[in-house]
């Protein structure tokens, strides 16, 4: 098996951020989504990420306050997850509750060092 990259990226976290019972059962699906995961044997790790950040930039090393994007474009989380290929990490994917909220999932082979 290889490890995968799934980056998360918008949904309708603005919506869900104001009701508390929408972020609970969101929450919840996220929860047996990775649960299923792991049982399967899976998921290896990820985490949300919060929202600040900074960005370092060229030569001169800038630093900026961010990421900026658009909501849809922001990248809210990760996993890595092991999978046969890059075909049945893209199918274990679907099942990936922000898809559901209008958000993405981008799946990336990980290359050994």
């Given at each position: 098996?290889?490890d995968f990259l799934y980056l998360f990226r918008g949904g309708?976290?603005?919506?869900?951020?104001?009701?508390?019972?929408?972020?609970?059962?969101?929450?919840?699906?996220?929860k047996r989504w990775m649960e299923n995961l792991a049982a399967?044997?899976?998921?290896?790790?990820?985490?949300?990420?919060?929202?600040?950040?900074?960005?370092?930039?060229?030569?001169?090393?800038?630093?900026?306050?961010?990421?900026?994007?658009?909501?849809?474009?922001?990248?809210?989380?990760?996993?890595?997850?092991?999978?046969?290929?890059?075909?049945?990490?893209?199918?274990?994917?679907?099942?990936?509750?922000?898809?559901?909220?209008?958000?993405?999932?981008?799946?990336?082979?990980?290359?050994?060092?």
């Open positions: 098996m290889d309708n976290v603005d919506e869900l951020f104001a009701n508390a019972d929408l972020m609970q059962a969101h929450m919840q699906k996220w399967q044997g899976h998921l290896e790790s990820g985490r949300p990420l919060a929202q600040e950040g900074k960005v370092l930039r060229g030569p001169e090393q800038i630093v900026t306050d961010g990421p900026f994007a658009e909501g849809k474009e922001v990248v809210a989380g990760y996993l890595i997850i092991r999978a046969d290929d890059l075909s049945q990490a893209e199918k274990i994917a679907r099942g990936c509750p922000i898809l559901a909220d209008g958000g993405s999932v981008e799946v990336r082979p990980i290359n050994p060092m």
